[in-house]
């Protein structure tokens, strides 16, 4: 799963029953979460289910998955569950049968075959042709309103980053704050260790962070957070460079609006226009799609249009020598203050900047929350061309392995979240859920001579010691 869909379905995983019922009204949301929350399987399941009138005997569906496949089809089962798709039907005197929840069955229907008056996917409407605006213009307005945020909190680590064509506004600042993203100090912002991290992610997680922070805080704002995620789902579903009427949208989606423009998800040419425009940031909410490009596939791109050279052109722009020499061929003010993050500055010239990566820039990135992976990663990601010709390994090893142990220097222990299991009766009590564990790839750590095991998750093990037969059954 992507780290974006991670991210919006941590949350989604949060919320009650109820919530779903009211989501899943709406054909728009029925179809994202079908899109981009479910893995392959998982939507053969749900189209296998979705035209079947009665519920399918659980001995049935399974057998329609190979028995190597275990993992893969608990998971798929257990995701379905947790997003309130898929329901056990216990009928007294027959054998457990599967079915999908009335509200998401109707409506995925309804959005695969169209008809009815919900209006869930917007509502198209036409503009004169002096008021058009284009698609490389969308992308350039999302363009500098995202920077404008990443400048931001990047300028808050001491550079110059504000563009005067850019207004942040305060609710923007103050939604950093909350996330932990930036921290206000003497009435200045300034980057915390979650930024730092923040920063490095592909844009579309970046947008969901941001608009998980601004769904929690939705009810304090006096919104409805089913209207809010119901439009973010709806924003998904919407045609880049198609203008879309305001006037079906209910209060609360009404006053989004202005949130979102300046995030540069949406761009409304004027607050007292009847319509207007998704950017790409919003069409690709829900899709796999990159979102102005990304900051981990190439942050030149990403922060340049997106027009159809704008891949090859911006593929790659840093030299790393064996020395830990740096030598980047850009002018963006927010390319150098990244790499500034985790590199010392030496020499800027107009079109190239010289950095040197040494322990104490390191250092001090891993103590901000930056990782050496991510380090790498962004080195290789952004290496200029030239270096991909040379070798096998796009960064020189040497320099590669010292980030790594520059890292290892401060750390002696690594934490792991998850949940202990203990107390089992019998050792055959322990042995069954742990190596369940260990087959769905969820086992960190066990001791069968005290009978405990340790996993990152716990849904799946408490499912299967639910549905385990009972002792003398």
Not at 199 to 213: C, D, G, H, P
Not at 306 to 327: C, K, M, Q, W
Request: hydrophobic share 40%; proline share 4%; aromatic share 10%.
């Amino acid at each position: 799963m992507a780290t974006s869909s991670l991210r919006s379905f941590e949350y989604l995983e949060s919320l009650p029953g109820t919530v779903f019922n009211k989501l899943y009204k709406q054909p728009s949301t029925a179809l994202a979460i079908f899109r981009r929350m479910l893995p392959h399987l998982a939507k053969s399941f749900v189209m296998a289910l979705l035209y079947i009138s009665h519920p399918l005997p659980v001995t049935e569906l399974e057998s329609w998955v190979r028995s190597d496949s275990r993992r893969e089809r608990d998971y798929a089962l257990n995701l379905l569950e947790r997003l309130h798709v898929l329901t056990i039907a216990a009928i007294p005197g027959q054998p457990r049968a599967y079915s999908l929840t009335n509200p998401f069955a109707a409506s995925l229907r309804l959005a695969l075959t169209g008809g009815g008056d919900h209006k869930s996917f917007g509502v198209p409407c036409s503009t004169s042709r002096k008021d058009v605006v284009t698609i490389s213009k969308l992308d350039e307005l999302a363009r500098k309103q995202w920077e404008g945020v990443l400048g931001y909190m990047v300028g808050s680590a001491g550079i110059d980053l504000a563009d005067a064509d850019v207004k942040l506004s305060q609710g923007v600042k103050t939604l950093l704050q909350f996330g932990g993203l930036v921290d206000a100090k003497k009435g200045k912002g300034s980057i915390t260790q979650d930024g730092f991290a923040f920063i490095l992610q592909e844009v579309n997680a970046q947008v969901w962070t941001l608009l998980i922070l601004y769904l929690e805080n939705a009810e304090q704002l006096g919104m409805e957070s089913v209207d809010v995620l119901s439009f973010l789902f709806m924003l998904g579903s919407l045609e880049l460079g198609q203008a879309y009427s305001k006037t079906n949208l209910s209060r609360t989606q009404t006053l989004m609006l202005a949130d979102l423009g300046d995030l540069g998800i949406i761009h409304s040419p004027s607050p007292k226009s009847t319509y207007f425009y998704p950017t790409r940031l919003g069409t690709t909410l829900t899709s796999d799609a990159g979102a102005l490009r990304n900051v981990s596939v190439g942050f030149e791109s990403a922060l340049h249009s997106s027009g159809p050279h704008s891949a090859d052109s911006g593929s790659g722009f840093i030299v790393v020598e064996t020395n830990y020499r740096l030598y980047a061929y850009t002018s963006s003010l927010l390319q150098i203050a990244i790499l500034q993050l985790f590199a010392r500055l030496g020499t800027r010239y107009p079109n190239m900047v010289s950095f040197k990566v040494t322990r104490e820039s390191v250092r001090r990135a891993v103590s901000m929350g930056i990782t050496s992976e991510q380090i790498i990663s962004f080195l290789s990601t952004h290496a200029h061309p030239q270096m991909r010709l040379k070798n096998d390994s796009v960064l020189p090893t040497t320099v590669v392995d010292q980030i790594r142990l520059w890292q290892i220097e401060g750390e002696r222990m690594k934490a792991t979240t998850g949940f202990l299991f203990r107390d089992f009766v019998s050792a055959a009590e322990y042995e069954a859920p742990c190596q369940y564990a260990e087959e769905i790839g969820v086992l960190v750590w066990k001791n069968e001579a005290r009978r405990m095991f340790f996993v990152t998750r716990h849904e799946q093990i408490a499912s299967f010691l639910k549905n385990r037969p009972k002792k003398g059954a």
